[in-house]
Nanobody, 118 residues
Framework: QVQLVESGGGLVQAGESLRLSCAVS????????MGWLRQAPGKEREFVAN????????SYADSVKGRFTISRDNAKNMVYLQMNRLKPEDTAVYYC???????????WGQGTQVTVSS
């Protein structure tokens, strides 16, 4: 089982950028899948992006494609979410998650708040 700690959230204006970080500790394995999900007030948690720990293969929600980039640094046990051209609708608590590639996420971080003002 891995443990996850997010950092990097904050308050920015529309059009600005933020980078979220997720520190991964514990036992990783080749089929591990890392993800970023978010939850806005009054809404369900939604997928943002994910990446395979071993291959680096990534996928994105349509709403963030072309603006957000997920990456991982295996040597540092870190996962990142670079968020560019932020919009007010990106405002949410962002969660780092981990799990086997073919199963639902089974480990979550505590979340980090991102607020984008217009």
């Amino acid at each position: 089982q891995v443990q996850l700690v997010e950092s990097g959230g904050g308050l920015v204006q529309a059009g600005e950028s933020l980078r979220l970080s997720c520190a991964v500790s514990g036992r990783t394995f080749s089929s591990l899948r890392m993800g970023w999900l978010r939850q806005a007030p009054g809404k369900e948690r939604e997928f943002v992006a994910n990446i395979r720990w071993s291959s680096g293969l990534a996928s994105y929600a349509d709403s963030v494609k072309g603006r957000f980039t997920i990456s991982r640094d295996n040597a540092k046990n870190m996962v990142y979410l670079q968020m560019n051209r932020l919009k007010p609708e990106d405002t949410a608590v962002y969660y780092c998650a981990a799990g086997p590639a073919t199963s639902p996420y089974n480990t979550w971080g505590q979340g980090t708040q991102v607020t984008v003002s217009s």
